[in-house]
T-cell receptor, first 116, second 113 residues
Framework: AQSVTQLGSHVSVSEGALVLLRCNYS??????LFWYVQYPNQGLQLLLK??????LVKGINGFEAEFKKSETSFHLTKPSAHMSDAAEYFC??????????????FGRGTSLIVHP | DGGITQSPKYLFRKEGQNVTLSCEQN?????MYWYRQDPGQGLRLIYY???????QKGDIAEGYSVSREKKESFPLTVTSAQKNPTAFYLC????????????FGPGTRLTVL
């Protein structure tokens, strides 16, 4: 089974600073990789996904992530943090399960705190 | 507007009572999923359904049951056998079993007193 590791349960940055959220996965085959964002007491919203088309993936709200196969990583970045970016971020990797369904395995999440 | 509706937003029940969480989607998606979210543990899959009248157990199905009688509806029952039912429950859907992307509802926070 796949596993996803998000390094750091909390990341704190100043407004305007670089955001870097780390994600490593275990997979023996090229995976589908995702980043989701969750605001308090809400569902998850897809930020971006990697499906082998390009290693640098651009998402919504100025976020992007780079797939590095050699490092089995898919870190999320944003050049300049905004107060509205404060949320929980989840990395996920999809694997094909019996019956033909792609089921994601989620990391434990990283809470992004943005200071004024 | 197309989307996924979960109701109610907050739900309180006494220990030992069964409770059913609602999930409805008007996206015409074939596949639907239920996840449980606990602080610091990410999302864990409870049940999923690829098509009407069919569903499969996920990673933590014990103490839960589901039905899929209609394409747009996938209710989850938390039974009295679930030892620690207090959690945030998220429903999701995807266009079909081969789709790699899921779309999430707003969630229901269940508190068992």
């Amino acid at each position: 089974a796949q596993s996803v590791t998000q390094l750091g349960s909390h990341v704190s940055v100043s407004e305007g600073a670089l955001v870097l959220l780390r994600c490593n996965y275990s997979s023996s085959v090229p995976p589908y990789l995702f980043w989701y964002v969750q605001y308090p007491n809400q569902g998850l919203q897809l930020l971006l996904k990697y499906t082998s088309a390009a290693t640098l993936v651009k998402g919504i709200n100025g976020f992007e992530a780079e797939f590095k196969k050699s490092e089995t990583s898919f870190h999320l970045t944003k050049p300049s943090a905004h107060m509205s970016d404060a949320a929980e971020y989840f990395c996920a990797v999809s694997e094909l399960r019996s019956g033909g369904s792609y089921i994601p395995t989620f990391g434990r999440g990283t809470s992004l705190i943005v200071h004024p | 507007d197309g989307g996924i509706t979960q109701s109610p937003k907050y739900l309180f029940r006494k220990e030992g009572q069964n409770v059913t969480l609602s999930c409805e989607q008007n996206l015409n998606h074939d596949a639907m999923y239920w996840y449980r979210q606990d602080p610091g543990q990410g999302l864990r899959l409870i049940y999923y359904s690829q098509i009407v009248n069919d569903f499969q157990k996920g990673d933590i199905a014990e103490g839960y049951s589901v039905s899929r009688e209609k394409k747009e509806s996938f209710p989850l029952t938390v039974t009295s056998a679930q030892k620690n039912p207090t959690a945030f429950y998220l429903c999701a859907s995807s266009p079909n079993r081969g789709s790699d992307t899921q779309y999430f509802g707003p969630g229901t926070r269940l508190t068992v007193l």
